[in-house]
């Protein structure tokens, strides 16, 4: 086994993997607002392929709602994560369970806006459950975007992490490695290897519950991690992705 944190590459998957990806700077490249992401063509398509060779064990586990990542994704419909943990749905066919209030955020996120109303660079996402400040057009209010965040988020419904560029209020209690652990316990997940692959701080708890569950977890891009693996970049993140997926497929043939 590798020391955690190493710049070592992962392996490619093994047919006993449960893949559990991040969205926002893992599969698709950070934009300067969180409209503007755009997908890369065939990944909607590679990652139904995944899905097939791992017997459907593949999730996305995201800030956003998972509404939003079906969408950028579609036709692909993934089971996962949305909302850091808060949402929850074992395979893409049926709705998300959301364990927090729906609208939870709403007056958080008013707040905000109401705050930054100088600044149309400074980017109040509004999730219902959970609400994103981004700063990325806005770098030098930095400081002042934390400091509000945790100014208003009222501390016994919300944790606040900042992140890349963003700083975010998400139900208390709700984290990846939680969302991990929740997946893990059920089909087609359940026996499988935890594979957790993500950029941000909010991976760390998805990287250390994938270790606790037997598996590990890849961490994109620099900065010191729990993770034992890492891959320098999304498009690098492709690439793995392609090659486990031909590996996959050639084990399967006869
Ligand atoms: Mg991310």
């Known amino acids: 086994m590798a020391e955690a944190g190493t710049d070592a590459p992962p392996p490619l998957l093994s047919t006993t993997a449960a893949l559990y990806l991040d969205f926002d700077g893992t599969l698709?490249?950070?934009?300067?607002?969180?409209?503007?992401?755009?997908?890369?063509?065939?990944?909607?398509?590679?990652?139904?392929?995944?899905?097939?060779?791992l017997a459907g064990a593949v999730a996305v586990v995201t800030g956003r709602r998972?509404?939003?990542?079906?969408?950028?994704?579609a036709p692909a419909r993934l089971a996962g994560s949305g909302l850091h943990g808060a949402e929850l749905r074992a395979d893409g066919d049926s709705p998300a369970e959301t364990s927090a209030d729906p609208a939870g955020a709403g007056p958080l996120a008013r707040a905000l806006r109401e705050r930054f109303a100088d600044d149309p660079r400074v980017y109040v996402e509004d999730k219902g459950a959970a609400v994103s400040l981004h700063y990325r057009q806005a770098p030098e209010r930095?400081?002042?975007?934390?400091?509000?965040m945790r100014a208003l988020a009222p501390p016994g419904r919300f944790d606040v992490t900042e992140g890349s560029r963003v700083v975010e209020a998400r139900p208390r209690g709700a984290d990846k490695g939680a969302a991990l652990a929740a997946l893990a316990r059920q089909p087609p997940f359940a026996g499988r290897r935890p594979v957790f692959v993500g950029d941000d701080v909010t991976d760390e708890d998805?990287?250390?519950?994938?270790?606790?569950?037997?598996?590990?977890?890849?961490?994109?891009?620099?900065g010191p991690t729990a993770a034992r693996y890492r891959i320098a970049e999304v498009g690098r993140v492709h690439d793995w992705l392609h090659e486990s997926l031909a590996a996959l497929e050639r084990e399967r043939a006869p």
């Open 66 to 73: 998972l509404a939003a990542v079906d969408a950028m994704i």
């Open 142 to 148: 930095e400081q002042e975007c934390r400091d509000a």
């Open 206 to 222: 998805g990287f250390r519950t994938a270790e606790r569950l037997g598996g590990y977890g890849v961490k994109v891009g620099p």
């Open 28 to 53: 698709a490249d950070i934009a300067l607002h969180p409209d503007a992401v755009v997908v890369s063509e065939p990944l909607p398509e590679l990652l139904l392929a995944l899905r097939e060779r």
